[in-house]
């Protein structure tokens, strides 16, 4: 999925870690984001950069239960996608691209520093410098129904979009309204409410106004 680079859009760097073999699946839900940002004239897009390949030693084991179960560390999956983004930008610096979404087949986990546990994230981001990178799990979202399991990861991935440009949870039929379970989500629109799709229409103006700013030396 590459796309025509549009000087009038922002763009978010979308990438995968682990080895999921339905390579089409990742395709298709970022397709389908860029499809509904498109239709809401939202000036944004998902660019695909590849698999992101970050080594086996980074994964660990974490005890659930009397299991143990593979996962990444959160922390080692924001420096490589903060790395991957960082290239990009090289690349051509005056590309609008501050933004990196990464996509996971593993649990997503971070060592608390004060009780010595294990923290489980479904999906996270981070600033760093002014870029905002984003990480979603897919192992929760996982079923036999491949549309079920797409229309569940393009639902995270809209929300996690939806807090990049400070979008908070939502009480409303909307995908920033975090669900109780995975039924609830599956029960939940695949759009933003209006409300929040004003308060992201806002956000971007003011984003490319700045861009426009700065660009003429203000």
């Known amino acids: ?7 009038r859009l922002s763009y978010i760097g979308a990438t995968y870690i682990g080895n999921f073999t339905d390579k089409n699946l990742i395709f298709e839900v970022f397709d389908e984001a860029n499809r509904y940002l498109a239709q809401n004239d939202l000036p944004i897009r998902f660019l695909y950069l590849g698999k992101l390949e970050v080594g086996p030693g980074y994964l660990i084991n974490i005890p659930v239960g009397d299991k143990q179960v593979k996962g990444y560390p959160l922390e080692a999956l924001i420096e ?4 991957r983004l960082l290239q990009e930008i090289h690349k051509d610096e005056s590309f609008q691209m501050r933004r990196i979404f990464g996509l996971t087949t593993f649990p997503l986990v971070s060592r608390n520093q004060y009780f010595h546990i294990y923290e489980k994230f479904l999906g996270f981001q981070q600033d760093i410098l002014g ?3 984003m990480v979603l799990s897919m192992k929760p979202f996982e079923s036999e129904d491949k549309e079920l399991m797409k229309s569940r990861i393009f639902k995270g991935v809209l929300h996690e979009l939806g807090h990049s440009f400070e979008l908070e949870h939502c009480p409303n039929e909307c995908v920033m309204n975090p669900p109780s379970d995975i039924d609830d989500w599956d029960r939940r629109p695949p759009a933003y409410c209006s409300s929040c799709m004003r308060k992201l229409q806002g956000a971007l103006t003011a ?3 700045l861009r426009k700013e700065k660009k003429m030396g203000r």
């Not at 999925?1 to 000087?7: C, G, K, T, V």
Request: aromatic share 12%; no cysteine; net charge positive.
């Open 1 to 7: 999925m590459q796309y025509p680079r549009d000087r």
């Open 80 to 83: 490589a996608l903060y790395a």
């Open 131 to 133: 870029m905002k990178i």
């Open 207 to 209: 984003e490319l106004l």
